[in-house]
């Protein structure tokens, strides 16, 4: 597949990688707020290995988690999109929806407007018939942003993560779903 290498919404560009792009990105990752949902933040060459898997994975399936950049003033502000969920779950195979970005970018509305065109992509670009997201079940800011995109939450679908130790805190998931007709009623309004 030729991979989708750009998506626009009003205010965003959803594009490849840059090299230039890592100084933003190990700054997000290695930020304790940006990363509290997470096992740890990221040092720089982590960030960079986690940039190289993401191009990785357009090369192989021709979508993934795009760089984010403002249109008004072309700031890096960080990643949204597609990944093949890569651990034994219940609910996989599937393709999730994820997004992460620098905290001054918080509360504008741009996590929600680039899932909202990464699900288009995925609907209506790559003829997906669902799509999960999950996060850690205390992450009610990422929760929030999957019910503004429309997703609901299956608690019967919610799960320990399989690569965080038991009795770690952030270890029980809750997953939410968004399937192909769902997606096309949120159009219609």
């Known amino acids: ?10 205010r965003l560009v959803m594009r490849q ?14 930020d304790p707020q940006v990363m509290r949902y997470f096992p740890a933040p990221l040092s720089r ?15 192989e399936y ?5 760089a984010l950049e403002r249109k008004d003033t072309g700031a890096f502000i960080g990643m949204t999109g597609l990944l093949n969920v890569n651990f034994d779950a219940d609910f996989a195979p599937a393709v999730e929806i994820g997004w992460r970005l ?19 992509c995925a609907f209506a670009q790559l003829g997906l018939q669902e ?23 299956d608690p019967a679908g919610d799960f320990e993560h399989p690569r965080l130790a038991p009795g770690d805190p952030l270890r029980p998931h809750v997953l939410y779903r968004i399937d192909r007709a769902q997606w096309q009623a949120t159009l219609r309004g």
Request: hydrophobic letters at 50%; one cysteine or more.
């Open 62 to 66: 021709g979508y993934g988690l795009w």
């Open 1 to 10: 597949m030729t991979p989708i290498l750009e998506l626009e919404s009003a």
């Open 102 to 120: 620098a905290r001054r970018h918080w509360g504008l509305g741009f996590a929600s407007e680039a899932a909202w065109t990464s699900l288009r």
């Open 45 to 59: 060459l982590e960030s960079a290995a986690l940039i190289g898997r993401i191009r990785g994975h357009f090369a």
């Open 17 to 30: 990688w840059q090299d230039d792009d890592l100084k933003e990105f190990a700054a997000l990752c290695a």
């Open 131 to 153: 799509v999960v997201s999950f996060t850690s079940r205390d992450n009610l800011a990422s929760q929030k942003v999957m019910q503004a995109i429309g997703m609901r939450a």
